[in-house]
């Protein structure tokens, strides 16, 4: 079977993930290829046993792989590309949704790893990454049995932060691994998941020490805003003893839905207000100094509603505050200005995907498009024939833009090298998207693991309002926070 690469998604020791169209159908698929040459003997024919049972059992929320070419020292595995969002951004994207909807995915996902379990496979890598949502609001695992530590590729130093090397490696969960190792796994997602929609998630970081281990969870829970009705549950699923967590993914299951069954009554938990209602996450202390910098946040949000819009970038080490003055902005846009807060996140352990930190600003701009026509009226005239390379770009706008979503040309420029209409396109349909009646500020936290064309994005964007700004033509502003490690 033919594939012609459209980008590599990740490249671990051990793994290429890539996305690709196939030779005949030109159907977007994710390929992965694994490195055999470094494992065990026995690891071919036991992947080979994995990948036949998932795909035999069908599982509801599990995408399963199928495997299209046996090299000498390597097997290569296709699934089909998800659209959607992993959970992380799920959470993050509308931290107002109810408990009872945030319960129902959660529970979904143990009862994914339940039916995995039941068939004697561990998934072996469960990270926010893995799980994802689709279009519809389903949750899907995703490369369930076929990660690098179920390759037992044992040697390989994880890549990642602290959290992901936790996961990456089940010896670090004290010394269990395989189905232990998922059910620590999900409790680690959900409570990231949780912290990411309290705009709490750098706490977890800093937090977590380098042995994988949670110590002092209630101290964690209260600093991240974990809502009452979860402690419990997280408790025991995060335990540093093993043998006091749940010994099944059913177990966790029962209990989450008893929460459903008793807590999840649509609105939102304790602990967890919706943002409006919220100065900051539960929890935390007032804000202390940073006079400066806030105000210059505030000028910069000003300048949105006043036609003089501006870029601003936040470089700080870890745990200086950047994301809680992202905070303290966005609250104060709330309750003094007219201005629409976008707001968005990179993410750590997502493969960078193009764009991806961008993507929720255009749903929320798609929606606001959707449902005033005039506004989408002015804004084709004012993009003209640009528009078509946005929409080509940017799959959640092309629906809004009366257009599909693109069927990529294989080694075309638009995913594999952007061409230089692409960004700048993008970058003047952000800057047009708003207006002096509908200013707007975006907020992006954690750059730092933005994708290349996001970047591209960024450039072209602070060009285009240099130059327009002068003359009062630019209803927007941004704002972005960054680790300087980003050396860029
Ligand atoms: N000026 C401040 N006043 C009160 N609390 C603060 C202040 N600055 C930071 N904090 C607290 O310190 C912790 C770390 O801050 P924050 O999460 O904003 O760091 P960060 O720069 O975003 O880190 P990272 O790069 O890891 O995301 C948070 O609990 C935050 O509320
Ligand atoms: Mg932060």
């Given amino acids: 079977m033919r594939f012609d690469t459209v980008k590599i998604l990740r490249d671990s020791p051990g793994i290429t993930t890539t996305l690709v169209v196939s030779g005949e159908d030109r159907e977007r698929v994710v390929l992965r290829r694994l490195d055999l040459g470094r494992t065990w003997l026995w690891s071919r024919r036991w992947l080979e046993d994995e990948v036949e ?3 035999r059992a069908r599982l509801s929320h599990v995408i399963a792989p199928t495997i299209v070419h046996h090299g000498p020292d390597h097997i290569d595995l296709v699934r089909p590309f998800i659209e959607g969002m992993d959970v992380r951004e799920w959470f993050a994207s509308h931290p107002t949704r109810s408990f009872a909807e945030q319960l129902r995915i959660m529970a979904t996902l143990f009862h994914a790893l339940a039916c995995l379990h039941r068939l004697g496979i ?17 949750l899907v695992l995703l490369d369930a049995g076929v990660t690098r530590v179920q390759l037992a590729a044992t040697n390989d130093q994880p890549t990642t932060s602290s959290i992901g090397a936790d996961r990456g490696d089940p010896s ?19 409570l990231e998941s949780v912290a990411q929609a309290n705009h709490t998630a750098s706490v ?3 937090t977590q020490p380098a042995g994988g281990d949670l110590t002092d969870l209630s101290r ?11 402690r419990p549950v997280l408790t025991k699923l995060l335990d540093p003893v093993v043998a006091q967590r749940y010994q099944t993914a059913e177990e ?9 069954a008793t807590g999840g009554d649509g609105t939102p938990p304790k602990g967890l207000l919706p943002r409006s209602d919220r100065a900051v996450p539960a929890a935390e202390p007032p804000l202390v100094g940073r006079h400066t910098e806030l105000a210059a946040l505030i000028s910069c949000l000003d300048g949105a509603a006043s036609g003089t819009g501006s870029v601003l970038c936040m470089l700080g080490d870890s745990g200086v505050g950047k994301s809680r003055l992202l905070e303290a902005v966005s609250e104060h846009a709330a309750q003094h200005s007219k201005v629409t807060v976008l707001r968005a996140a990179a993410f750590d352990q997502a493969p960078a995907r193009p764009l991806g930190p961008f993507s929720s600003v255009f749903r929320d701009l798609a929606a606001h498009l959707r449902t005033h026509p005039s506004e989408l009226q002015r804004v084709r005239e004012e993009l003209g024939e640009l528009i078509v390379v946005v929409g080509d770009q940017v799959p959640e706008l092309a629906g809004a833009f009366g257009g599909q979503a693109p069927s990529p040309e294989p080694g075309g420029w638009l995913f594999d090298a952007p ?17 002096p009646h509908r200013p707007g500020l975006i907020v992006l936290d954690d750059c730092q693991w933005a994708d290349d064309l996001t970047w591209q994005v960024l450039e072209k964007f602070t060009e285009l309002v240099v130059a327009r700004r002068q003359r009062g033509l630019v209803s927007v502003s941004l704002i972005i926070a960054c680790r300087p490690e980003v050396g860029r």
């Fill in 53 to 55: 049972a998932i795909r």
């Fill in 122 to 138: 561990a998934h072996g890598g469960v990270t926010p990454a893995n799980i994802v949502l689709t279009e519809n609001g389903e």
């Fill in 172 to 190: 670090r969960n004290n010394g269990t691994g395989g189905f232990s190792a998922d059910l620590f796994g999900a409790g680690l997602v959900l």
């Fill in 204 to 206: 977890l970081r800093r």
């Fill in 220 to 230: 964690q829970f209260g600093l991240m805003g974990v809502p009452d009705q979860l």
């Fill in 252 to 260: 966790a299951l029962g209990e989450l839905e008893a929460l459903m």
């Fill in 419 to 435: 061409g230089p209409a692409g960004p700048a396109a993008i970058a003047r349909f952000l800057v047009t998207a708003f207006t």
